[in-house]
């Protein structure tokens, strides 16, 4: 099964099972690129949001016209952060962006429940490592992109390039198939 993809300079589309890493620098504004690539030729998908609420992403994707009844929300701030909170209809819950078996378990359980065309959003990579560490961080981008394989779903994953080192972030771009990179002045280069 092959998906649009409607972000600037990328192939028009992309094969079921691929997975995106999107390079970004810290200040970069990638809501933009995370919103095209979540309602362009999608039946559900999932928002793994370790670096903003629930609440922050459901306005996120008001503002950008993304239909919400098609999202499932997982934040992994909440709970750590003592805000109120209630699982509700599409929105779960882990204890911290550490708590990496239970973002793939959650990514696990989305792909098994739903069907048709299914992406999945990291936001971000770079929490996840720096909550937990680089090592830990990497299985679980591995994991969660064995299971996009497996349910021939696609995913776009985050990742702010000065935090990390050039080794570290060399050793996360080979995991993907493709790499956008979001320039400070918000170009947009791709490479597949």
């Known amino acids: 099964m092959d998906y649009r993809l409607e972000v600037e300079d990328t192939p028009d589309t992309i094969a079921g099972g691929t997975g995106v890493v999107l390079v970004h620098p810290s200040t970069g504004e990638t809501d933009r690129i995370d919103t095209d690539f979540l309602k362009t030729d999608t039946d559900s998908f999932l928002v793994i949001s370790t670096r903003t609420t629930a609440r922050e992403v459901e306005q996120k994707l008001e503002h950008y016209d993304v239909d919400r009844s098609r999202a499932t929300i997982l934040d992994a701030l909440s709970v750590e952060r003592g805000y109120s ?51 830990r961080t990497k299985e679980a981008v591995t994991e969660i992109l064995s299971l996009l394989r497996n349910h021939d779903a696609v995913g776009l994953f985050h990742l702010a390039e000065e935090v990390h080192t050039e080794e570290v972030l060399k050793g996360y771009r080979e995991l993907f198939d493709g790499t956008i990179t979001l320039e400070e002045d918000n170009g947009v280069r791709g490479d597949f």
Do not use: C, Q
């Open 85 to 135: 909170r209630r699982s509700g209809e599409g929105i779960h819950y882990v204890s911290s962006p550490d708590d990496l078996e239970g973002i793939v378990d959650v990514t696990r359980e989305f792909l098994d429940e739903h069907n048709g065309k299914l992406r999945v959003s990291v936001d971000s990579v770079t929490e996840m490592a720096y909550y937990a560490d680089e090592e």
